[in-house]
């Protein structure tokens, strides 16, 4: 599953985000991934390193281009 971080005022991917990390309760062999491809100081490094401590975040990666 693969989520794009590209809002960083309003956040609409947080809801998507949440809802594919649900589902992937369901499927153990997907990953969710998380994508910026518009700003490098999106904080998406952060996030992820706060959502692999949590429950399920083995299955979070994430990429900047």
Not at 3 to 17: A, G, T
Not at 36 to 46: A, E, F, K, R, V
């Amino acid at each position: 599953e693969v989520v794009y971080v590209n809002d960083h005022v309003h956040f609409p991917w947080v809801v998507e985000m949440k809802n594919k990390a649900a589902m992937l309760k369901d499927n153990p062999d997907k990953r969710l991934w998380l994508i910026c491809d518009s700003d490098h100081n999106s904080g998406i490094l952060g996030m992820v390193r706060c959502l692999l401590v949590e429950q399920g975040g083995d299955k979070v990666r994430s990429s900047t281009f």
